[in-house]
């Protein structure tokens, strides 16, 4: 009930002012308004939700709500004959919001035509519930919808109500190896979209949410959202791509199984000179090397050599991550990818601007230092 209330929502609060909209309408200025009918009054957050049937008349504009507030004061609202029951097409619905208190009010309904003849007043009487519900109606607009390695997460406030929407995720990509909860509290008053990153594919995400009221400091009820990401372009095989190994040979220390489904290289090393020779291709698509890979343990020293010269040669190139480690960084067993820039390792190697290799056509690679090392890479490129 609470999150159908939600949905009609954005159409309730519509106004529409006494514009041209009726341009192509016929006006009668004779023609009467009768009575809105079946008029019904819900509580609800700081307001009071009217809805009626709609008449059928096409020289119906607007309906003005009147009614006065706890200070006395008449206040008129016009509800245009757009704002209409997004679950009940036959029906217009408005919220009529602002109420600082729980007392009875009382609705006079009139409707309009487009000449300006009104019908005859009908009255309704609601109550308006307690501010103190808005976090419990709120967190139920929350909505969660998965992106590239990401989420965005969306939730409606008609209300205005103060409050801030907290998160709770998961730190998958912990360089320290533990995956710990992040907790952010986000100003909720007004929607956007906020963003969590960084997550991992092909697994379930988990994130607990709750809001809270900024005045009293009250919670709602703590709700979980489960999901998977999209993968990212680097996780689906490309047939007009060449990709490495395109054959490997020379497996030193090490094993190596391919998922041909998948694209996907398991190694597995042996020895604390772990490396395979590959096939370098004969006219690469660029000097930036482009992969995924997961580990649950760091890799140190994960190097390559282009054309297969031995360690300390000219060609020798090691990877260092973005804070400076040299080697591939533990993912906790998800899926990461790196971006590696070897233009300047390959100059005067090969000459890129005529796609033509100056020397041997192969690629050594050292799956680091270390003995016991697992890990998996998937569509290796060069772009």
């Given amino acids: 009930m609470k999150k159908n209330i939600f949905i009609a929502l954005s159409a309730a609060m519509l106004f529409c ?22 008029v019904e009054a819900t509580s609800f957050v700081s307001s009071v939700i009217l809805t009626w049937d709609l008449p059928e008349n096409d020289q119906y504009y607007y309906t003005m709500v009147s009614y006065v507030d706890a200070a006395g004061q008449t206040v008129n609202r016009k509800v245009s004959k757009y704002s209409v029951d997004a679950e009940t097409p036959g029906r217009a619905r408005a919220l009529i919001g602002g109420f600082t208190d729980t007392n009875e009010y009382e609705f006079t309904l009139t409707a309009y035509s487009y000449a300006g003849n009104a019908s005859t007043p009908v009255t309704v009487k609601g109550t308006p ?4 519900r808005a976090k419990d109606y709120l967190v139920e607009t929350v909505t969660f919808d998965p992106q590239v390695e990401a989420v965005n997460i969306n939730w409606t406030n008609e209300l205005n109500a103060d409050v801030n929407l907290v998160l709770i995720s998961l730190d998958y990509f912990n360089i320290k190896g533990k995956v710990e909860e992040v907790v952010r509290e986000v100003e909720a008053t007004t929607p956007h979209v906020e963003v969590i990153d960084n997550l991992p ?8 949410y709750y809001m809270v009221d900024n005045e009293t400091g009250e919670k709602s009820e703590t709700k979980t959202a489960t999901f998977q990401v999209l993968p990212t372009i680097y996780d689906i095989y490309d047939a007009a791509v060449t990709y490495i190994p395109e054959s490997y040979y020379g497996i030193n ?23 395979v020779y590959t096939k370098m291709p004969a006219t690469p698509a660029g000097t930036t090397l482009i992969f995924r890979y997961r580990s649950k343990k760091n890799i ?9 010269r031995a360690p300390g040669g000219p060609n020798e190139v090691i990877y260092q991550a973005p804070d400076g480690y040299k080697g591939l960084r533990l993912t906790n067993g998800y899926w990461k990818t790196v971006v590696w820039d070897l233009s300047d390792a390959q100059k005067n190697k090969f000459d890129f601007i005529n796609n033509t290799a100056t020397n041997q056509n ?13 890990l998996w890479f998937r569509n290796m490129h060069w772009e």
């Fill in 300 to 308: 140190t020293n994960f190097e390559i050599f282009l054309n297969g």
């Fill in 129 to 132: 519930e307690d501010r103190s």
């Fill in 253 to 275: 220390m090490m094993t190596i199984d391919w998922n041909e489904t998948k694209n996907e290289f398991h190694i597995l090393t042996s020895g604390n000179d772990p490396y």
């Fill in 201 to 208: 594919i092909e697994t379930d995400i988990e994130v607990k």
């Fill in 17 to 38: 002012g006494c514009g041209e909209d009726y341009a192509d309408t016929d006006i009668v200025a004779d023609a009467p308004m009768a009575p809105v009918q079946n």
């Fill in 362 to 374: 192969r690629i050594r690679i050292d799956f680091g230092s270390q003995n016991t090392r697992e």
